[in-house]
């Protein structure tokens, strides 16, 4: 089974960095698109950047420039770095995976972890 798990949320000052990781402890996620997407209460899950098989990601463009997302295949895990962040990123951060990065619907993505919090004041 697949079984996502989050780490590196907490607080920050504005400018500052933080580095999320993803771990899927109950399948190899290597092969499969991953993607992170952040939700602020009351408004909708966000999706903000994925990494495909072969390591290619994509950015939302509120985060552009800014995050890095990358994998390590060998541990099995996803990372986005966040750098320069804002108030605005302030927010709870979901890892998600599913086969292909053809859709970053969050209603595509059957999987998911926990989410951890980040915020930045």
């Known amino acids: 089974d697949v079984q996502l798990v989050e780490s590196g949320g907490g607080s920050v000052q504005a400018g500052g960095s933080l580095r999320l990781s993803c771990v899927d402890s109950?399948?190899?996620?290597?092969?499969?698109?991953v993607a992170w997407f952040r939700q602020v209460p009351g408004k909708q899950r966000e999706g903000i950047s994925t990494?495909?098989?072969?390591?290619?990601?994509t950015y939302a463009d509120s985060v552009k420039g800014r995050f890095t997302i990358s994998k390590d295949n060998a541990k099995n895990t996803v990372y986005l770095q966040m750098n320069s962040l804002k108030a605005e990123d302030t927010a709870m951060y979901y890892c998600a995976t599913r086969r292909y990065c053809t859709s970053m619907s969050p209603a595509a993505f059957g999987y998911w972890g926990q989410g951890t919090q980040v915020t930045v004041s």
């Open positions: 109950g399948w190899s996620i290597s092969s499969w698109c």
């Open positions: 990494i495909d098989d072969k390591g290619v990601p």
